[in-house]
């Protein structure tokens, strides 16, 4: 078990290919041993991806959000559609929020991810608040509060939404004094929107991103 390990660890960093090392690895393992090569994969991905994204300036203050914002609409379940580039394969597929309206303004966040290669599923849960709660008209801000190696608050921004069909999101987090970690996500109700919806949504992302920089996910 223990070279298999090794031989994870160092593909992955060096950017190879891991997914047949990983097969076979994966039949000499237990679900602890299996629970500790995901944590792994997981803490290798994202010094990785956070490096990718890494973007020049502090995130902005006065990006257009959804105004008239409305939670209780807005609760419920979401589907991942579109995210970052393939960078974040390691969140694995089948993604899903679940937002709730909490009666005390907090809203909680259960993610469902299901990783590839039989490594299992997890969920995590969190919670956000709203960045101006006493605003009037609601907008769309968030702090979500995250819980890796240190817990921190970061942005998550509703830009746009229909509440029963697409969710345009945007996060940010200051990386240094110079810079800041900076992406973007698209959910759906559906876990494969129709027609019209995804017509909306390839409008927006010119609107908002650049498409090739944007990886679709399955559900």
């Known amino acids: 078990t223990v070279p298999c390990l090794v031989h994870i660890f160092i593909s992955h960093i060096s950017g190879e290919s891991h997914t047949t090392s990983l ?69 694995g597929d089948c993604n899903t929020i679940f937002y709730t309206a909490h009666p005390n303004g907090t809203i909680g966040i259960r993610t469902f991810r299901q990783f590839p290669q039989n490594l299992g599923y997890e969920v995590d849960e ?12 609601l907008e769309g801000r968030w702090n979500i509060s995250y819980r890796w190696n240190e817990p921190f608050f970061a942005n998550h921004w509703i830009l746009e939404t229909d509440y029963d069909n697409y969710s345009v999101t945007y996060f ?10 900076d992406d973007f996500f698209i959910y759906t109700r559906k876990p494969s ?24 996910q399955e559900q």
Not at 126 to 137: D, L, N
Not at 172 to 181: G, L
Not at 196 to 216: P, Q, V
């Open 172 to 181: 940010c987090r200051k990386a240094s004094p110079d810079t800041s970690f």
């Open 193 to 216: 929107p129709d027609l019209n919806t995804k017509s909306i949504i390839d409008k927006l992302l010119h609107r908002y991103y650049k498409r090739e920089y944007l990886f679709k």
């Open 23 to 91: 097969s076979v690895c994966l039949d000499k393992m237990g679900d602890m041993v299996k629970s500790f090569v995901r944590a792994l994969i997981l803490l290798c991905s994202l010094s990785a991806v956070w490096g990718i994204w890494v973007v020049p300036g502090q995130c902005p203050t006065d990006r257009p959000v959804e105004k008239n914002f409305n939670i209780t609409k807005y609760a419920g379940l979401w589907y991942e559609y579109l995210r970052p580039d393939d960078n974040y394969a390691f969140l």
């Open 126 to 137: 969190t919670f956000a608040v709203f960045t101006e709660p006493q605003q009037s008209p």
